[in-house]
């Protein structure tokens, strides 16, 4: 059962309702129909901007603010729908209002300060090595506070989340847990794949800085794609390391965001006493969309809902390289852990097709 409380009352009389979390967003989401009036006919209590927690099978989904609310009324009966976010969403909509700044402190201590200034929590449940401290670190007026976060993190090779009750934590893609395996014709109900070259190229050439005859440059080549060739230039890039590892990356990044799949599942829990959530690494195996070898994927979001249909959740998967951070302009340490297994899923797909 998913369960809406807000201003002391609960709201378990709406039509259809959704939450969803994703590891591309820091503040996950809520969307709900209800009927115009309570069981006992009166005026439901819920405005714009009031705080509500939804709760999916007593478990806390999602802690936020309602943001639209829309009501409406013609010859088919009346409507009451509202959405809205996780208390989160303010690190994404508001930005610092004077200059803040750091010497020698380790990056979770920054996270955890900018996000105390908008009344939220920083924790490490999984232990992310967040690496030494920085040395110097400032946030000037007008910077968003979840792209100062956001800028630790790709410093760090992880990624900011939330764990949707208005808590902010870090992950290192490749290192996240293990989930249940998703295997066509025992806990998949259907399934959709999509493959698009299009932003696959031959040939990656990246130019860094310096004169233009003396620029450093890295190339990196796919053989298994036509002559199709792309130039970058990046002037943040100072040295061959710089090029080379912004080379690697685009290659990688590219092949990897080539291919995702959105998953139906019936029920929310993966087992007896926890949701699906995202940052899980679950085994993906379904022949009817050209996995017939098991293949390491990321749950990059989620999506819990019900409706007349009964409850349900769809899943989003992607490979995990898809969220390798861009390098920095030092050279980045690579993101492979014994947790996931390092694979080119574009030519394992590939071969399946030519076999």
């Known amino acids: 059962m998913i369960e809406a409380f807000s201003n002391g009352i609960k709201f378990d009389y709406w039509t259809s309702v959704s939450v969803s979390r994703s590891l591309g967003r820091i503040a996950a989401s809520f969307r709900m129909n209800l009927t115009n009036h309570d069981a006992q006919g009166g005026r439901v209590k819920l405005f714009s901007g009031d705080l509500i927690e939804v709760d999916i099978d007593g478990?806390?989904?999602?802690?936020?603010?309602?943001?639209?609310?829309?009501?409406?009324?013609?010859?088919?009966?009346?409507?009451?729908?509202?959405?809205?976010?996780?208390?989160?969403?303010?690190?994404?909509?508001?930005?610092?209002?004077?200059?803040?700044?750091?010497?020698?402190k380790d990056a979770g201590q920054i996270i955890s300060d900018l996000c105390d200034e908008f009344g939220l929590k920083f924790y490490n449940p999984q232990n992310v090595d967040l690496g030494a401290s920085i040395k110097k670190f400032s946030v000037d007026p007008g910077t968003r506070a979840v792209d100062a976060i956001s800028k630790i993190c790709r410093q760090r090779g992880i990624l900011p989340c939330s764990n949707g009750m208005g808590k902010v934590y870090v992950v290192k893609p490749s290192g996240c847990?293990?989930?249940?395996?998703?295997?066509?014709?025992?806990?998949?109900?259907?399934?959709?794949?999509?493959?698009?070259?299009?932003?696959?190229?031959?040939?990656?050439?990246?130019?860094?800085?310096?004169?233009?005859?003396?620029?450093?440059?890295?190339?990196?080549?796919?053989?298994?794609?036509?002559?199709r060739p792309l130039v970058i230039i990046d002037s943040d890039a100072v040295d061959k390391d710089s090029v080379e590892a912004r080379a690697a990356w685009e290659m990688s990044i590219r092949r990897a965001q080539s291919i995702s799949y959105q998953v139906s599942l019936k029920g929310w829990k993966r087992d007896k006493q926890n949701l699906w959530e995202p940052g899980l690494i679950c085994t993906l195996e379904s022949p009817s969309v050209l996995v017939?070898?098991?293949?390491?994927?990321?749950?990059?979001?989620?999506?819990?809902?019900?409706?007349?249909?009964?409850?349900?959740?769809?899943?989003?998967l992607a490979p995990v390289d898809s969220y390798e951070p861009e390098p920095e302009t030092e050279k980045p340490q690579k993101i492979i852990s014994p947790k996931a297994k390092s694979v080119n899923v574009w030519e394992q797909i590939k071969r399946t097709v030519q076999s």
């Open 292 to 316: 017939d070898d098991p293949v390491d994927m990321i749950v990059s979001e989620v999506d819990y809902s019900w409706s007349n249909s009964g409850e349900d959740v769809e899943l989003t």
């Open 177 to 227: 847990p293990r989930g249940p395996a998703i295997v066509e014709g025992e806990n998949i109900v259907g399934i959709r794949a999509d493959y698009n070259a299009n932003a696959l190229y031959s040939d990656y050439y990246v130019y860094g800085t310096g004169k233009a005859d003396k620029k450093i440059v890295a190339h990196r080549q796919d053989p298994s794609v036509r002559n």
């Open 59 to 104: 478990i806390g989904a999602l802690k936020g603010f309602v943001g639209p609310l829309s009501l409406s009324l013609d010859e088919r009966g009346s409507n009451f729908s509202v959405s809205g976010h996780e208390m989160t969403c303010d690190l994404v909509d508001c930005c610092a209002t004077s200059r803040m700044e750091w010497l020698d």
